[in-house]
């Protein structure tokens, strides 16, 4: 059971909007920055948006991060084939000894 | 360009200890940067197991701390991973990465991974 919550899945169509949640708690997301990372199959997770909605250089701007309150979203404008993939939340987590935290993951399929 | 490799066994014995080391090339590990591991068990999600920042200073995923031991080399310019007592729980692909202090406050640079084997 994974401290932040995603949906397992999303699906669109190519040239699609697709967004995907990110849900946490006080501790988390509420009081630190959210990242979002995609993983190609096979590959190492990329970083993908940092601080809420921040992207690193060469990351399309079809891609882009919101946060409000203890939930945040990842959307994805004009979908694309190669956007098929697995995405992670994460961010740090103020309980406890603190750390990392990452959502289960959501894997997204396009049509 | 910041690199960094995965070396290690990737068989490890039940009750043993895993080791890893983390290789950086193209950048000093002595720069404003935590040294992680995260590691992904066969088709599951990410968990992050702990981080060290140069001068030594650890932070450990709380549900692994009892077994976990990360440390750095800087005159190899390399940092490890230890984690004991392991059970088949914990095979997975182990990934180092680098989590910046300033600006980009993520796992910016990660290694391509590692897949260790807990079994006899």
């Keep these: ?111 | 360009q910041v690199q960094l490799q995965e070396s290690g066994p990737g068989l490890v014995k039940p009750s043993g200890t895993l080791s890893l080391t983390c290789a950086v090339s193209g950048g000093s590990i002595s720069s404003s940067n935590w040294w992680s591991w995260v590691r992904q068990p066969p088709g599951k999600g990410l968990e992050w197991i702990g981080e060290i920042y140069h001068s030594g200073s650890t932070n450990y995923n709380p549900s692994l701390k009892s077994r976990v031991t990360i440390s750095v080399d800087k005159s190899k310019n390399q940092f490890s991973l230890k984690l004991s007592s392991v059970t088949a729980a914990d095979t997975a692909v182990y990934y180092c990465a680098r989590y910046p202090t300033t600006v980009t406050t993520a796992f910016d640079i990660w290694g391509q991974g590692t897949m260790v084997t807990v079994s006899s």
């Design chain 1, 1 to 111: 059971q994974s401290v932040l919550t995603q949906p397992p899945s999303a699906s669109g169509t190519p040239g699609q909007r697709v967004t995907i949640s990110c849900s946490g708690s006080s501790s988390n997301i509420g009081s630190n920055t959210v990242n979002w990372y995609q993983q190609l199959p096979g590959t190492a997770p990329k970083l993908l948006i940092y601080s809420n909605n921040q992207r690193p250089s060469g990351v399309p701007d079809r891609f882009s991060g919101s946060k409000s309150g203890t939930s945040a979203s990842l959307a994805i404008s004009g979908l694309q084939s190669e956007d098929e993939a697995d995405y992670y939340c994460a961010a740090w987590d103020d309980s406890l000894n603190g750390g990392v935290v990452f959502g289960g993951g959501t894997k997204l399929t396009v049509l």
